[in-house]
C-alpha cells in the first residue's frame, strides 16, 4: 500500500482515520473486515474490493464506477434472506494474484455516480453492515486495526489502475517475471518497445549501437526534440532514459550483435528480432537454436509501383520457438533485401507501428495474455490487397 497515494488523497486518509482497514493492492482499493449476516444468520466479515481510477500518478480521479466486487458470502437480510437490493452477479471473479472475489454488487446512487471513494465504500458498509448490527449490534467495520503501508513491488513509477479498471490485473501479471531483450531500435523494434514497456515486464534489454538521427525521430513513437538530437546520443540511451519517466528495468546496452557477444541473448525469455541484415538474423537463429529462447523476428518489405505513384509491399511477423526452429528457417529471409525501398530509411512510421502491434500481439499469445485458436508460426499484412494471411505449418 502507497503511503504516498494516502497522504496526497485526503479521502483515503479519513477512511483510516475512521477505522476502516484499508488495503491498496494491484490497483484495487480493498476494505477488509466487513459484517454481514450470512444465509445461516451468523455475522461474518467479508471484504469489499473497488478499482481505483487516478487523475494523475498520485491523485484519485472519481469513482470510474458505482460497482464492487465482494470476497465472502452473498450478504443476507437479519433474517437470513439474500439481499437482493445490491445483487449484481456471482461466480469466481480473479480479479488479481492473491485476489479472487465470488461476488460482484451494484448499488448506484440517485444521481447515478460516487463523487468520491469515500462516499462510494460507506456506502456500501452501510447497506451491507447494518443487517450485521440487526443481529449483533457490536459488529462494525470501523476495526480501527493498523495495517502497515507496504510500497508495491512494481516496475511502473505509478500505479496502473488501467488493468484493475478491466479487471484483467491478473493476465497482466503473468508478464511479471519475464526478461525480454529487443535487437534492433529502429522503426519498428522502437514501436515494440514502446508496447512491451507498458507490461508488468520485469526487464527490457535493448540492444543496438546506432547514434540517434534525424530519421529516426520520424519513425520513433512520440516526437524527439531538437536539442536531444543535437545531443548525438545513441538510440538506447535515448529510449532508456525516455521510457524511465514511466517505469524501471529498461536497460541499454549500446552494442550491436555480432559472434563475440551473441551469447548475451541466451539468458532471456523472448527476443524481438527487428534487424535489417540478414547475416545478423541468421546468427542469431543459428545461436539460440538448442536454446529454451523464444525468438519473434519482425520485417518490412516495401516497393514503388512500375508508375512510381504509390507503394506495395508486406510486413511480416515470425516466431521460432523451440518446437518450430526449423519451419523458422525456411520463413525467416536469409539475405538483405536492398533493393528494396524500404532499406533506404522511408518514412512509414504506420507501417513500423503496424508490424510492431503484430509482433506484440503474437507474444501476447504466446504468453496466454491473449487466447490462442491458431497457433500460426507466420502472419503476413499485404498493404495493397489489405490481406492478414498466416501459415501455421
Known amino acids: 500500500m502507497s ?12 477512511l483510516i482515520d475512521e477505522g476502516f482497514d484499508i488495503e491498496i493492492r494491484s490497483g484495487y482499493l480493498l476494505i477488509h473486515s466487513v459484517p454481514y449476516v450470512t444465509s445461516s444468520k451468523q455475522v461474518a466479515c467479508g471484504v469489499i474490493v473497488s478499482e481505483l481510477s487516478m487523475a494523475t500518478s498520485d491523485m484519485l480521479d472519481r469513482p470510474s464506477t458505482h460497482q464492487v466486487h465482494f470476497i465472502g458470502e452473498h450478504p443476507c437480510k437479519a433474517d437470513g434472506s439474500d439481499l437482493v437490493q445490491i445483487r449484481c452477479q456471482s461466480g469466481e471473479f480473479k480479479l488479481a494474484e492473491g485476489i479472487t472475489a465470488q461476488h ?12 468520491s471513494y469515500y462516499e462510494k465504500i460507506t456506502s456500501y458498509v452501510r447497506v451491507i ?23 508495491e513491488e512494481s516496475v511502473f513509477l505509478y500505479q ?33 518497445l514502446d508496447l512491451v514497456a507498458k507490461t508488468h515486464v520485469c526487464e527490457i534489454h535493448l540492444f543496438d549501437g546506432d547514434v540517434l538521427r ?50 548475451l541473448l541466451i539468458e532471456f525469455d523472448y527476443v524481438f528480432l527487428s534487424v ?13 537454436a538448442d536454446t529454451d529462447v523464444n525468438i519473434i523476428d519482425v520485417g518490412i518489405g516495401l516497393n514503388l509501383t512500375d508508375d512510381q505513384e504509390s507503394l506495395w509491399g508486406t510486413c511480416r511477423v515470425t516466431a521460432s520457438t523451440p518446437s518450430t526452429r526449423e519451419i523458422a528457417l525456411t520463413r525467416i529471409p536469409k539475405v538483405d533485401r536492398d533493393e528494396e525501398l524500404y532499406a533506404s530509411n522511408i518514412q512509414v512510421a504506420d507501417f513500423n507501428c503496424l508490424n510492431a502491434s503484430l509482433a506484440v500481439t503474437k507474444w501476447k499469445r504466446m504468453s496466454s495474455f491473449y487466447l490462442d485458436d491458431h497457433v500460426e508460426h507466420e502472419t503476413t499484412f499485404n498493404v495493397n490487397l489489405n490481406q492478414l494471411s498466416k501459415c501455421t505449418h
Not at 503511503?3 to 479519513?14: A, F, T
Not at 460482484?104 to 463523487?115: A, D, L, Q, R, V
Open 3 to 14: 503511503r504516498q497515494l494516502i497522504s496526497r488523497n485526503p479521502e483515503l486518509q479519513r
Open 104 to 115: 460482484w454488487f451494484s448499488n448506484k446512487p440517485k444521481c447515478g455516480y460516487y463523487e
Open 129 to 151: 453492515s447494518n443487517q450485521a448490527k440487526a443481529v449483533d449490534p457490536k459488529a462494525d467495520a470501523r476495526t480501527f486495526r493498523a495495517r502497515e503501508p507496504i510500497e
Open 160 to 192: 496502473d489502475t488501467a488493468s484493475s479498471r478491466a479487471g484483467i490485473q491478473r493476465l497482466a501479471a503473468r508478464f511479471n517475471q519475464q526478461r525480454i531483450a529487443i535487437v534492433g531500435l529502429g522503426g519498428t523494434g522502437s514501436y515494440i
Open 214 to 263: 534525424p530519421h529516426n525521430a520520424f519513425r520513433f513513437p512520440g516526437a524527439i526534440s531538437r536539442e536531444v538530437l543535437d545531443r548525438e546520443v545513441t538510440k538506447v540511451e535515448y529510449l532508456s532514459e525516455h521510457y524511465a519517466n514511466m517505469r524501471r528495468g529498461v536497460v541499454p546496452h549500446n552494442v550491436m550483435i555480432h559472434e563475440e557477444n551473441v551469447k
Open 276 to 288: 535489417d541484415r540478414g547475416e545478423v538474423r541468421q546468427l542469431i537463429l543459428h545461436a539460440l
